[in-house]
């Protein structure tokens, strides 16, 4: 699978658009991007996944580049509760989903 | 849809003895579940690949006597932490897939913390 590379760390204001970038830029054709976050001593969380289009659901939004070599998780109001370490995650159909490798992600603070 | 329940959330246990951690898929059947052990400040690492009516698939440097898997039936994975010993005090997750582009579900964890 394709390595990401993230910020370690970013601060958001609360209410404002946490926007969380990834850079893989070796990912291939069948490759998939996945966004997980782990609130302090809970397990990951799923937040969104894409392929080439830009998604949205009720927690995220997810814009990848046209070329596929990064990609933007948005939190368009952040609230407090949004404080986590934040995964970006590219995996393709024939690997072990398992072995997924989460890395340091970046640590999002919301701040009030 | 896709939730994952592991239990207990947490558990403390005297040094020597073994503790058995729950992983249930609610609302979808899992052939496959995985396995992680978090140590403080650390990201995630797989332990064990969990296969329903099969062995698990262990990654290297784990011990498959030390940390028993079982996967019974298509909804519950079970890891056996045998004779444990305070280094094994860590914070164990569990997850599974619906599919093979499907993402990963994870349950909420359980701290162990051997005295």
């Known amino acids: 699978d394709a390595k990401t590379t993230q910020p370690t760390s970013m601060d958001c204001a609360e209410g404002r658009a946490a926007n969380l970038p990834c850079n893989h830029s070796t990912i291939s054709g069948n490759e998939y991007v996945y966004w997980y976050r782990q609130i302090h001593s809970q397990g990951p969380q799923y937040i969104i996944h894409g392929l080439k289009n830009n998604e949205t659901n009720e927690m995220a939004s997810l814009i990848i580049t046209e070329d596929r070599k990064s990609s933007t998780l948005i939190l368009p109001h952040a609230t407090l509760r949004d404080t986590a370490v934040y995964y970006c995650i590219v995996r393709g159909a024939n690997t072990n989903a398992g072995k997924s490798t989460f890395g340091d992600g970046t640590t999002l603070t919301v701040k009030p | 849809g896709a939730v994952v329940s592991q239990h207990p959330s947490w558990v403390i246990c005297k040094s020597g003895t073994s503790v058995k951690i729950e992983c249930r898929s609610l609302?979808?059947?899992?052939?496959?579940m995985f396995w992680y052990r978090q140590f403080p400040k650390q990201s995630l690492m797989l332990m064990a690949t969990s296969n329903e009516g099969s062995k698990a698939t262990y990654e290297q440097g784990v011990e498959k006597d030390k940390f028993l898997i079982n996967h019974a039936s298509l909804t519950l994975s079970t890891l056996t932490v045998t004779s444990a010993h305070p280094e094994d005090s860590s914070f164990y997750i569990c997850?599974?897939?619906?599919?093979?582009?499907?993402?990963?579900?994870f349950g909420n964890g359980t701290r162990l913390t051997v005295t």
């Open positions: 997850s599974a897939s619906t599919g093979s582009y499907s993402p990963l579900h």
């Open positions: 609302d979808f059947q899992a052939t496959t």
